[in-house]
């Protein structure tokens, strides 16, 4: 395990050094790691295409060439992505994903959030959040704004290691359990 880990910390090091410092760059990389992670975790077609003997290597290397394209992302970055096919590494893929997201945030000082609504907002207190939440990590965020009915009300703000729950559903999950003692 604690191998992997290392190997998956080298790989990321190595995709950062390759890649431009751009935010373009760097976000629609993270985006297609994301992409390859979930649909190698997912998709067992996926992964067998990935680790076939039979699939030739050029192919697999051909496919991850058009699905960066569709994310931008630099072609410096399929060094790094040929290799873990090669050594038939993509199980490392979820953890790289970790590691990568972590390491840009320090870089561009900036934070992917996500913002999960119960039901439609107003731009402008869609903004006084992330607003708010920016002065408090002091950086920047990027935020995609998903809508969650369950939530009842309220807001859930993530990032990679901050939360925020305001949702009813939270609270009444907390009065629950504040009943059930």
């Known amino acids: 395990m604690v191998k992997k880990k290392e190997l998956a910390r080298k790989a990321v ?33 996926a992964r067998n295409f990935f680790v076939a003997p039979e699939v030739p290597h050029d ?3 051909g ?16 060094e790094v992505f040929d290799y873990l096919i090669s050594i038939n590494a993509l199980s490392l893929l979820s953890e790289m994903r970790r590691l990568y997201n972590h390491e840009v945030e320090k870089i561009m000082k900036m934070s992917k959030g996500y913002l999960y609504l119960a039901s439609p907002m107003e731009d402008e207190e869609v903004k006084k959040i992330v607003q708010k939440v ?45 009943g059930g003692k």
Not at 138 to 153: A, F, T
């Open 59 to 61: 192919k697999k290397v």
């Open 63 to 78: 496919l991850l060439k058009v699905l960066m394209e569709k994310f931008n992302v630099p072609e410096q970055a399929l």
């Open 13 to 45: 090091r190595l995709l950062l050094r390759k890649l431009p410092k751009d935010k373009e760059s760097l976000i629609g990389t993270g985006d297609f790691l994301s992409l390859l992670a979930e649909l190698y975790k997912r998709s067992k077609e």
């Open 134 to 178: 920016e002065e408090f990590l002091k950086r920047e965020l990027e935020v995609e704004v998903v809508q969650d009915p369950s939530l009842i009300g309220g807001f859930l703000f993530k990032t990679s290691g901050f939360v925020i729950d305001t949702s009813v559903k939270r609270q009444l999950e907390a009065l629950s359990l504040a």
